[in-house]
C-alpha cells in the first residue's frame, strides 16, 4: 500500500493593483508571494521547504487566506485570524513571532526585534530571519525599518513596503499605491 504524497496547495489573489501567489498545507497558511513576483518564486520556494509534497492549484481551498488577505489590503481588517503552517529554525520562529506582536499602523527596527527575542546582539541574524519569513504581509515584516526610520529591504520590493506602511499610517496613497477596488482569485 502506497502512502499518498502530501499536497501544498496553492492560488493566486488578484486585485487591480496586487498580485499574490499563496500556498498553504492542510495546517494552514504558509506562503504569500510578493507582488508581481513571478510563479517560479513559489515553486522555488516549495520545492526547497516542501520537497516531497507535489503542487496543487486549489481556488476553492486558498479562498479563505485570499479573503482575509484582500479584506487587509482594502483596510478592512488589521489581523490574521486563519492559522498559519510556518517552517523554520526556533531562531526564525521567534523573530516571525516578535512580528506578529508588532501592532498595526505601527514600525519596529531590526534591533528593536532583537531586544523583544531576547537576544540584543544578533542583529544581523534577526535581518536573515526576517528575509526568509515565507507569509508576507500575514506576518508583517514590512512594519520593521532601519534604526533611523528608512526603509530598508523587503521581498515584495520596497514599493509594496512603502504602500503597506501608507495604508497602514492613514497617510494617503500615491497614484500607484492607490487601495485594490476589486478581489479576484485567479
Known amino acids: ?4 504524497t502530501p499536497i501544498l496547495y496553492w492560488s493566486v489573489l488578484e486585485t487591480e493593483d496586487w498580485r ?11 506562503f504569500v508571494g510578493a ?3 513571478p510563479y517560479t518564486e513559489l515553486t522555488d520556494w516549495a520545492s526547497a521547504r516542501y520537497p516531497r509534497q507535489a503542487l496543487a492549484r486549489d481556488d476553492s481551498r486558498l479562498q479563505p487566506y ?6 487587509f489590503l482594502l ?6 485570524a486563519l ?35 531576547g537576544r540584543p546582539a544578533a542583529v544581523r541574524a534577526v535581518g536573515a530571519a526576517i528575509g526568509a519569513n515565507p507569509v508576507l504581509i500575514a506576518i508583517p515584516c514590512h512594519r520593521v525599518v532601519g534604526k533611523n526610520g528608512t526603509l530598508t529591504g523587503y521581498r515584495g520590493g520596497l ?25 479576484e482569485i485567479r
Open 1 to 4: 500500500m502506497s502512502v499518498p
Open 20 to 30: 499574490l501567489h499563496l500556498a498553504a498545507t492542510e495546517e494552514g497558511l504558509c
Open 35 to 37: 507582488h508581481g513576483q
Open 66 to 71: 485570499a479573503a482575509e488577505l484582500a479584506a
Open 75 to 80: 483596510g478592512k481588517q488589521e489581523h490574521f
Open 83 to 117: 492559522p498559519l503552517a510556518c517552517r523554520g529554525t526556533s531562531f526564525q520562529e521567534s523573530v516571525w513571532q516578535a512580528l506578529r506582536a508588532i501592532p498595526y499602523g505601527e514600525t519596529r527596527s531590526y534591533s528593536d526585534i532583537a531586544r523583544a527575542i
Open 159 to 183: 514599493d509594496m513596503k512603502s504602500r503597506l506602511l501608507a495604508m497602514e499610517s492613514g497617510r494617503p496613497l500615491t497614484a500607484t499605491a492607490a487601495a485594490p477596488a476589486s478581489v
